[in-house]
């Protein structure tokens, strides 16, 4: 990992979405930013409410972890693929808020 990489870690349930943005300083994070926005529980929340809410989300990352309530092994591919729209040059991860 780049020791000035930017990192997004984001949680979306049924209630918000909370998220922060840390940047590795050695051995350390420092956070940069953090927030929370509208519920993003994927079985909840349409593909087109979804790409909005994670649009707001800060753009300039290496990686990000995305993990939403219901997000099941069978809707992992199309969140991947939605998510590559938003950080083309980002390393992402996805998966359920379990698995966060």
């Not at 409410?49 to 995305?66: D, F, N, Q, S, T």
């Not at 069978?74 to 992402?92: F, H, N, S, Y």
Request: glycine residues 12%.
């Amino acid at each position: 990992m780049n020791s000035q990489e930017k990192i997004l870690g984001v949680e979306g349930g049924g209630t918000k979405t909370a998220w922060v943005l840390v940047e590795r300083e050695g051995n350390d994070f420092k956070i940069l930013e953090q927030g929370k926005l509208p519920p993003s529980n994927i079985r909840l929340t349409t593909p087109e409410r979804l790409r909005a809410i994670l649009g707001e989300l800060p753009k300039e990352v290496g990686r990000a972890g995305i993990f939403l309530a219901g997000c099941g092994p069978e809707d992992r591919g199309a969140l991947a693929q939605l998510c590559a729209e938003i950080w083309p040059q980002a390393k992402v991860v996805v998966g359920s808020d379990r698995d966060s």
